[in-house]
């Protein structure tokens, strides 16, 4: 056999590889898109999300002139704002690592089809910026890493890209909605006024670097100090939607005040025979009273205060 064979021969097997690669693909293929979502998230000023965790009813999320707000349905409110840093942070990071599907079959299967995935359009004004279907999630128990599968909302192709994008996006509702109930530094703290029923109601009050109860009674500084960090963070997320405060008092009231703040107050609402839950932190939003047990955090009695003395 002759050079010039050899070297026809060579080719013609090259010329098969990459014909192989270009049109049958495989896993270890890089023929597809290497980026999938190019926006600036500076420019997002809306957000809809169809998830099956919300039954696949549209969420909006419309950027106001200071914040975001979310609607579903005839119910509004203001949104969470690490939801919506977190939504836009896991988009742009949104990298194809394989190629797993080219056909419309093999959508249900990875959970990229209308019934089964979360798609999210992301808007500057009208004008639509992208579109992806989020679906399954999968973990690979050998190397200890996340993936999700993903579809362009105009493409039939399916990719693997890293990360566990369904915690960020399929969410009900709720999952998007601001739950703030309170937050306070525990060192501006200087007033605690409890307006209870009867005559139970007491005020917890910081006179020089000491708390006492109603001013005369001296107040155990171990038990304030495990009050005053339980009021560090409070997130509510038992929602009471249609709930009217207007013309009703409130049963229970805690005001909280102090330096280098505005006074917060917190109320206990008679709805029936339980209670709901208001913070001005949070004027929009109401609360089951048993969510997370924030009423029996806030509303104690002045006993707990009260210092006690070993024989």
Same mark, same amino acid.
């Given at each position: 056999?002759?050079?010039?064979?050899?070297?026809?021969?060579?080719?013609?097997?090259?010329?098969?590889?990459?014909?192989?690669?270009?049109?049958?693909?495989?896993?270890?293929?890089?023929?597809?898109?290497?980026?999938?979502?190019?926006?600036?998230?500076?420019?997002?000023?809306?957000?809809?999300?169809?998830?099956?965790?919300?039954?696949?009813?549209?969420?909006? &999320?419309? /950027?106001?002139?200071?914040? *975001?707000? $979310?609607?579903?349905?005839?119910?509004? =409110?203001? @949104?969470?704002?690490? #939801?919506?840093?977190?939504?836009?942070?896991?988009?742009?990071?949104?990298?194809?690592?394989?190629?797993?599907?080219?056909?419309?079959?093999?959508?249900?299967?990875?959970?990229?089809?209308?019934?089964?995935?979360?798609?999210?359009?992301?808007?500057?004004?009208?004008?639509?910026?992208?579109?992806?279907?989020?679906?399954?999630?999968?973990?690979?128990?050998?190397?200890?890493?996340?993936?999700?599968?993903?579809?362009?909302?105009?493409?039939?192709?399916?990719?693997?890209?890293?990360?566990?994008?369904?915690?960020?996006?399929?969410?009900?509702?709720?999952?998007?909605?601001?739950?703030?109930?309170?937050?306070?530094?525990?060192?501006?703290?200087?007033?605690?006024?409890?307006?209870?029923?009867?005559?139970?109601?007491?005020? &917890?009050? /910081?006179?020089?670097?000491? *708390?006492? $109860?109603?001013?005369?009674?001296?107040? =155990?500084? @171990?038990?304030?100090? #495990?009050?005053?960090?339980?009021?560090?963070?409070?997130?509510?997320?038992?929602?009471?939607?249609?709930?009217?405060?207007?013309?009703?008092?409130?049963?229970?009231?805690?005001?909280?005040?102090?330096?280098?703040?505005?006074?917060?107050?917190?109320?206990?609402?008679?709805?029936?025979?339980?209670?709901?839950?208001?913070?001005?932190?949070?004027?929009?939003?109401?609360?089951?009273?048993?969510?997370?047990?924030?009423?029996?955090?806030?509303?104690?009695?002045?006993?707990?205060?009260?210092?006690?003395?070993?024989?």
């Amino acid at each position: 056999m002759n050079r010039n064979s050899i070297l026809l021969i060579v080719f013609v097997l090259l010329l098969a590889i990459f014909l192989g690669k270009r049109f049958l693909g495989g896993d270890d293929s890089r023929n597809f898109r290497e980026v999938l979502v190019e926006v600036d998230t500076a420019a997002v000023t809306k957000i809809v999300l169809y998830t099956k965790a919300n039954d696949h009813e549209a969420v909006e &999320l419309i /950027k106001t002139s200071a914040t *975001w707000d $979310v609607k579903s349905g005839n119910i509004s =409110d203001e @949104a969470d704002k690490g #939801s919506i840093g977190g939504m836009l942070s896991s988009l742009v990071k949104i990298t194809p690592k394989r190629l797993v599907a080219k056909s419309g079959d093999k959508w249900a299967q990875y959970e990229v089809n209308d019934s089964l995935g979360t798609q999210v359009k992301v808007y500057n004004g009208d004008k639509l910026l992208a579109d992806v279907i989020i679906g399954k999630f999968n973990f690979q128990q050998a190397t200890r890493s996340m993936s999700t599968f993903v579809r362009l909302g105009d493409d039939k192709d399916v990719y693997s890209v890293d990360g566990f994008l369904s915690s960020t996006f399929n969410q009900p509702f709720n999952g998007f909605r601001d739950k703030t109930f309170l937050e306070t530094n525990k060192t501006d703290l200087a007033s605690l006024k409890f307006d209870y029923p009867g005559d139970s109601s007491f005020v &917890l009050s /910081k006179i020089g670097e000491k *708390w006492q $109860v109603n001013e005369t009674m001296a107040a =155990d500084s @171990a038990s304030v100090e #495990s009050f005053l960090n339980g009021l560090r963070s409070i997130r509510q997320r038992d929602f009471v939607d249609g709930f009217v405060s207007a013309g009703k008092s409130a049963l229970y009231q805690l005001t909280v005040d102090g330096n280098n703040m505005s006074p917060i107050v917190v109320q206990g609402f008679q709805e029936g025979e339980g209670l709901v839950l208001h913070s001005s932190l949070n004027e929009n939003a109401f609360f089951e009273e048993g969510g997370l047990n924030a009423f029996e955090k806030l509303f104690v009695p002045a006993g707990q205060f009260f210092e006690t003395t070993g024989e």
